[in-house]
Each structure stands twice: as C-alpha cells, then as structure tokens.
C-alpha cells in the first residue's frame, strides 16, 4: 500500500523513458489534503544533488502539495542546467495539478554527473499524473528503484490514522542518511513542526544508523507528508513511535536489499559511557573492510573489532572490552574468551555485541558484509 | 642490503617454528654500535599490541641496542599472559647478547588474539643470535613476511654515511600507522632526539599518507637506530631527507604489494586551504568503497570523488571542485567536464588528481582499488 495507505493521498509510477531498459522510472505521489503540512531530512553530504537544493528551500514553508521522484539519473554535479532542469520539473507538476511549483519536493536518483534527459521526463509527467490513484502506492514504489532488487514499503495503521511509506536504496548506504529516497505519507491531522520533530527523531535511530558501505549520497531525501484526512489529530509520543516503525521497517528493508551482500550485521554497543560513544564505535565497526570480509567468510574473527574499537576516541579500557558474536562472547576483558568454534555463522543475520565497559549507553548500527559480488556490481556499474 | 647496509648493524633471519608452515618468522637486527641512539613511531590505534607497549617503553630511553621482530602472531589482545611473553623475549635477547631487556625492541604481526608459541620463539633466539651478520638484513626481511608477497628494503647512501631499512605489510594498512614493521638503521653519528625529529617528520609524510584499506593495526612500529659508526654527523635537513627517501620508497613498496590490489591510486589534492585539509579530502576518497570499485572496473567514476570530497569538513565550495583522472579534467566546476571517454586506465597506476579551489596547499594520499580478490584474501585468512 506503500505512500498511499493513509488517506489524503495518490500517486502514479510509470515508465518515462529516463531508463534506458524501459523500467518504470518516474513515481508522482500527490496530498490532496485537506492539510498538506510536510518536513524532509537531506543528505548531510555537502555536494548535494540539485534536487536537494530545490526540495530543501520549498520545504522551509512546511507545506508539500506533491512530490515528484526520478530515478535513471540523479542530477548531481550537473551546475546551473542541472538545477533548472529540477525546476522545470517542478513547474511541470504544478502546473499539470495546478499547484505553485513551491508545494512540489523533486528527489532524484542514479548515475551522478549527466543531466536528466528533459525531453522524456516532461511529458512523463503529464503521463504520471494521469494515472494518479488511490491504489499506486505500489507502482510509486517500483518505479524508484535503481539497483534495488525488490521495492521497499511499509505501513502502521493506528486508531483511525495511519502512517506509510516507500524506499529505495541499495548501494551508497551510509549514514547522514543512506543513499536513498525515502516518502512518508499519513493521514493524522498534524502540523508540520510535528511532523519535522517525529521524523528527526525516527531517522536519528533507523536510516542514520544503517551503514552498508560508509558511502554517502548526493542525493539522500526522506519526506513526512500529513494530509489530514483521517480527521484524528494522535498524541507525539504514538505518532513518533509510528514513523519510527516505518523508518525501521524501511531501513532494514534496505539492508537486506545491499548491493552484493550475502550477511545482514547488526553491530549493539553496549554499556558505553554516552550514545554518541556508542554510535561511534558502532560505525567504526561497521566500517572497518578486514571485518566485513571476515564476516562474509563466517570467520567470528574479534581482533578485528578490537582494532575497529581502538581508532574511535570513544570512553574504554582496552582490557575492560568484551565483544560477543552470535552469542558467544569470543573476546573477555580483552582477550580471549570463550571457544570461537562455537559460534554459528551459517545465517544472512550475524549479531555482534562490543560491550565497553564504561557506562550505561547503548547504540545499534546496521551494516553488510563485503563481498566479491559488492566488488563486481560497483566496478561494471557507473552509479 | 636492508637494515646491515649502515654499518655497526647484524642481523638475521630464521624459521622457529612460530609459523606452522615452516616458513622464516624470527628476524634480529643489532647494533654494535659505537652508537645505540634510537627513536620509534607506533599505532596511534588505543588497542595495542603486547609488543608496541613494551617497545614504547624501552624507547623512552632514546637507546636501542637490539630489536626482535616475529610474524606468525601479533600478540595482540592476549592479556597479561602475551605482555609477560613479550618481556620474556626481550629478556632472551638480552641474555644471549649480554644486554639489558631495556635495551631490546620488541615487534609482532600476524593473528590478533592467540598466544606466541615461546617454546618455539624462545630457542629460536639462541639460533638467531648465532646466525648474526653484517649479510643478514635480506634474511631479517624476509622473516618479517605475512601475506607480503615479496619482502621490502631500501637504502640511501650519502657522504660516508647510510639510512637503510625493511619493511612488512599487505593489509591491515592504514595511518596511524599501516599495518607494518618497519627498522631502518643508520651508522650517521646523531643523539635520539634528531633521529625522533626525523623519523616523525618522515613518517607524517610517508606511512602515514598510505592508506590501503582504511584498517588501522594494533601492532604497527617503526623503528630508526643508529649506531654511529660512520664517525659522520651529518646535517639535520640531509639527514632527514635521507630517512624521508627511504620511508617514501618503503610505503611504495607497501602500496604496490598491498592483498589483492589490481591498482596503486596516487591522490593528490591540490589548491586546498590548508595541509590538514588536503590530507582530510585525500583520505576520504582513499576510503571510499564504491570509487575503489569502480577504479578497479577502470571506470573514471568522478561523481564518487566528488561525493567523497562531500563528506569532509574542508574549505571548499562545491561549483568550484575539479577532478583529473589520468591527466583529464573529467570534472569542472562541480560538474562535467572533459570527455571521460578520454581517460585511460589500463595501466597499474591511477592518479586523481582533487583541485579544491580553496588555498594553496597539497597532500598525496596512496591508496588501492577495492577487488574480489581482496575480498576472498580476508574472508579466507584469519589475521
């Protein structure tokens, strides 16, 4: 049901042309309100996509009538055309709907460094908007994808409202936020300062925690549209707890999904003086190559997370750590621990635990294995 | 020639045992002196190797009569039982040679978290030290091997006087330091605080710029001794040039040997506003999985460049960036430039070449391209 499980809101996805293999690569999805109040979290990369600079500036009014998402190219480093292609588009949506091109968000994704090919993109739009429905959450969903193998939606509906939402993303997944574009939509009758506090809460846990490759986008954008339409205005803490679901839900999504992965990581740090230390050290961790090839061989091999714990500036006594992996604590005190030939690896999900011994925090970072397929999907493909 | 082409410098290399394949993994270098002046550089990673806190120890002295390196296990995370074996060992040294332990650096590498062989290492000193000759520094570089496929020295000969050195490292290699051994010897007659000052200034510029695969060790040392017996002092600024040289041809030899590499990629940027900046942006495409890929698809894939640049803290506007890829500016301005059609990529070396457009400042970071190669090498060996 993706973006068009709660009410107030339709959408489109077709195939525009912008791919080259005729995939669908053009998602429309529309808040017809009543309210049509919005937040956005972006990349905190520093060379952003010029969709990024277009979205970011109409998201200061706190208002979205409509969101218009390409994949096939992410116009990045594209300079001033770049941007004016993005405005095009904007213009386009909103005079096809009749909105001012400022209530319209523009999300791109793809090959950084070639311009959008315009001529397709344009009348795809008209095409998409014509095919507006209750029931295209779906297709939406589908027609962001790049390198995704599956399409990514979720949904939680609650006493009378609902939150949902589609992702894609399967490579570039790195914190300040994975590479990916991600929309929420809901019904509740909330405004957008709301929306902005629930969304930054929930992507601070989920999509800023998930760290495939420690590659960060051009191009990352999450969107919380509110439509109001179930007429329920919930209390914060369920609508947070809400959009958390779905961030989650989607953001796990996106790891099972990572380009040439074959292990799903969950790195817990525990007992870390503050969370900042705790997700730190979980980065590191998820960072570190010579693991994430130990990973992939089902080899339980702790130095390597000690040598990962060791470069961070993180609160710990390096013979004070404990690290265990799949339940069996390899690494006591820093040393070692309990017979590493006990731990079962046979399993896509591995769970470590780098307990520092300092404090009370605790953080979880989601991260892959590196593989020889991750090798040969990023070398053949120019993304 | 390696660390017995200086004169007052024996060495030798043998197999104890430690390595269960047979293969050499004892070396021992001494100084006879007149001299025994000494300055070491070690991991800046805060889990460190039983060895590295017994070497800092001893070199707190600024003397250095002898140094034992083993490969076949790095004595890292083993506890008070690995800090007690490495105390041993010096000990042996020192009662074979009739030394003090104090006078005796201790280095390790290979597996993290299993305890050194010392009925196996122990003997194996006795026999080294008889094996002691001013032929040995092949035979000591040779020992120092783990995954290196070839074993490293280099020499520099000036005026009556000589720096020459080994080195070991394959993976693992990253700054602060790369994961490697390093001795250079010298028979210049200079106090310990000249050979630090040197060291430290070559090192900043050498090790410390190679930057393979992002991993940093809990054993990395790099040691200088001298022993004065060319009766020659010579000038701070060609002395330290000389120590430069070698260490710039050492980390050479690192990159072009570096597990599973296919390319040795030279980043250099260029017009940053300072040299902490250019080092910053020159790492964080050094590290980036997704560009290392595509250079290893000998694919200019110049918006990962950029998205690396992106990721950093430097001064920097991002429609001023340029990036060359072998000799093309594939990206002007933040966006297209030359024809990347133009690049040519099929020979070992890569150079990037990041124009910040912000100062006047360079850095040149070395890195390699990520493979599949790679990837099998550290998923199938546990180190």
Redesign the interface.
Known sequence: MSVTAAKGFTAAGIAAGIKQNGNPDLALVVNDGPRRAAAGVFT?????AAPVLWSEQVLKSGRLSAVILNSGG?N????PK?FQDTHATAEKVAEVLGLGAGEVAVASTG?????LPMDKLLPGVETAAGQLSEHGGEKAAIAIKTTDTVHKTSVVSKDGWTVGGMAKGA??LAP?LATMLVVLTTDADLDSETLDKALRAATKVTFDRVDS??????NDTVLLLASGASEVAPGYEEFAAAVRTVCDDLGQQLIRDAEGASKDIKIEVVNAASEDDAVEVGRSIA????LK??I??E?P????V???????GAV?E??R?NVAINGVWV?K????GEDREKVDMRYREVHIVADLAAGSETATIWTND???D???????Y??
Chains 1, 2 share one sequence.
Do not use: P, Q
Request: glycine fraction near 16%.
């Open positions: 905190s990369n520093r060379v952003k992410a990045a480093c594209t300079g770049g090959l950084i460094g070639v311009l490579g570039m300040g490759d420690g590659c960060m986008s051009t960072r570190n190559n010579l090839c130990a992939h061989g080899d091999n702790w130095g390597r000690l040598s990962a714990i060791g470069t961070t710990f390096a013979d750590l690494c005190n820093g040393g070692v590196l593989t020889a991750y090798v040969h999907e990023n070398s053949a120019s993304s």
